[in-house]
């Protein structure tokens, strides 16, 4: 059975940290690019970043600076630093799975559509 569990959502003041993770289960780093969204009220599904099978990060433009994105195969988790928290960073993140065997998987990591498999998401909360 896949798997994919997030953790370490907070709320936190505009200039904060937090480091997300998502512990996956059932599949492989290795086998598998894992991606983080964000889902906001009326801003639908936002792409942040990706991890590739391969072990190299893709950040979404609007993302680069606040957010790096991490794997460690030992522990099957990949992360999500972000620094700088902003209110508009308010949402659910949520982690999903894609197949490295999907063609060109990797040019459109941020359509949310192709993902094989989503977890339930982890609250991130900015607030003053």
């Known amino acids: 059975q896949v798997q994919l569990v997030e953790s370490g959502g907070d709320a936190v003041m505009p200039g904060g940290s937090l480091r997300l993770a998502c512990k996956i289960s059932g599949i492989a780093l290795d086998d598998y690019g894992i991606s983080w969204f964000r889902r906001a009220p009326g801003r639908g599904t936002e792409p942040i970043a990706c991890?590739?099978?391969?072990?190299?990060?893709i950040l979404d433009d609007s993302q680069q600076g606040r957010f790096t994105i991490s794997g460690d195969s030992a522990k099957e988790t990949v992360y999500l630093p972000v620094d700088d928290l902003r209110l508009e960073d308010t949402g659910v993140y949520t982690c999903a799975a894609i197949s490295r065997r999907r063609i060109n998987y990797d040019r459109y990591w941020f359509i949310a559509s192709i993902y094989d498999f989503w977890g339930q998401g982890t609250q991130v909360t900015v607030s003053t």
């Open positions: 991890l590739t099978a391969a072990d190299l990060p």
